[in-house]
């Protein structure tokens, strides 16, 4: 009997995280937003967060995730490269949207950084995929290697599950350098301090935790009256892309993953922490790699599945 037990727990758990849970995803209603500043001041979001860490709430017009302290392992075992500047900055705390008439706003709070310039952010946003849509792109704007520059992609090394994929893909590096990217991979819009080619794309920081991001519904979308999802994780950033991790922490370069190449389109995903799930759900997605697998092997990288938040907007 013992022995049945611990089997039926067993499959209980591989249920819990095998793909996919989406059909029971939890939907948030956010029945009106607000406008914010990006300004490098949070104080226009207004909202309380939830009481307890990885819980979600609407409060006054913003969706708020709440994520765990010290949650920023990875795969499970990553750890911060031995300089000082790098051991901190990519453990997530919270992640807020709010909405108006013509914009979509963001705000990713993480434990502060010891160096302004540390942190990569990454938001995927699939726009259909909640009405039985698959359009947009399962792996999140990865890039060529043969183009490796930081408007070519992220470099992250990372996908989500086909129900999941993303129309598009926002990331930001250090404190003022923000990029969008379509389903496919292609930049669409970049802003880097006053450089703000699209109106209405801003990023800005407030005192290195918290970033704000604001994308304008002429080159996303309207989202409302619809249930957007968005995959949301942070990393280290080096040279304006993800930053690599290693079997081994070395001065530069984060520890922890299974993979032994040091090849700068390996498989391990470059990402800390996840939105959207507990330690479990966020470790079972991004220990979703396959360490044998060739560098730039996008079936060899990690699926996220379990780590996103769904999220309907009024009228």
Same mark, same amino acid.
């Given at each position: 009997?013992? &022995?049945?037990?611990?089997?039926?727990?067993?499959?209980?758990?591989?249920?819990?995280?095998?793909?996919?849970?989406?059909?029971?995803?939890?939907?948030?209603?956010?029945?009106?937003?607000?406008?914010?500043? @990006?300004?490098?001041?949070?104080?226009?979001?207004?909202?309380?967060?939830?009481?307890?860490?990885?819980?979600?709430?609407?409060?006054?017009?913003?969706?708020i995730w709440r994520d765990a302290k010290k949650?920023? @392992?990875?795969?499970?075992?990553? @750890?911060?490269?031995?300089? &000082?500047?790098?051991?901190?900055?990519?453990?997530?705390?919270?992640?807020?949207?709010?909405?108006?008439?013509? &914009?979509?706003?963001?705000?990713?709070?993480?434990?502060?950084?010891?160096?302004?310039?540390?942190?990569?952010?990454?938001?995927?946003?699939?726009?259909?995929?909640?009405?039985?849509?698959?359009?947009?792109?399962?792996?999140?704007?990865?890039?060529?290697?043969?183009?490796?520059?930081?408007?070519?992609?992220?470099?992250?090394?990372? &996908?989500?599950?086909?129900?999941l994929a993303c129309d598009f893909v926002v990331a930001v590096a250090s404190t003022y350098k923000g990029r969008l990217w379509d389903g496919k991979g292609e930049l669409i819009a970049y802003v880097e301090g006053d450089d703000k080619p699209v109106p209405g794309f801003k990023v800005a920081d407030a005192?290195?935790?918290?970033?704000?991001?604001?994308?304008?519904?002429?080159?996303?979308?309207?989202?409302?009256?619809?249930?957007?999802?968005?995959? @949301?994780?942070v990393g280290l950033q080096d040279q304006d892309l993800s930053r690599e991790v290693y079997e081994e922490a070395d001065e530069w370069h984060a520890g922890g993953s299974d993979e032994p190449t040091l090849d700068e389109d390996g498989v391990d995903p470059d990402v800390f922490d996840l939105v959207g799930a507990d330690n479990e759900g966020q470790i079972a997605d991004l220990n979703s790699y396959n360490p044998n697998g060739a560098p730039g092997d996008t079936d060899s990288f990690a699926t996220i599945t379990n780590s996103y938040v769904a999220i309907t907007f009024g009228e």
């Open positions: 009997m013992k &022995k049945l037990m611990l089997i039926l727990l067993a499959l209980a758990v591989v249920a819990m995280y095998a793909p996919n849970a989406i059909c029971d995803e939890q939907v948030y209603v956010i029945e009106k937003g607000h406008s914010v500043k @990006v300004d490098k001041n949070i104080v226009d979001w207004v909202g309380l967060p939830p009481l307890k860490d990885n819980t979600a709430c609407v409060d006054k017009g913003e969706f949650d920023d @392992v990875g795969a499970g075992n990553y @750890v911060y490269p031995l300089d &000082k500047k790098l051991q901190k900055g990519a453990d997530i705390r919270e992640f807020r949207v709010t909405y108006d008439d013509k &914009k979509i706003y963001f705000m990713i709070k993480c434990s502060r950084p010891n160096d302004w310039w540390v942190p990569y952010r990454i938001i995927g946003i699939d726009t259909d995929g909640a009405a039985g849509g698959k359009e947009g792109g399962v792996v999140l704007a990865q890039g060529d290697i043969d183009e490796f520059n930081t408007y070519n992609g992220t470099f992250a090394e990372m &996908k989500v599950a086909d129900e005192s290195w935790y918290a970033m704000e991001i604001s994308l304008p519904y002429d080159i996303i979308g309207d989202p409302r009256g619809k249930t957007w999802r968005f995959i @949301v994780g």
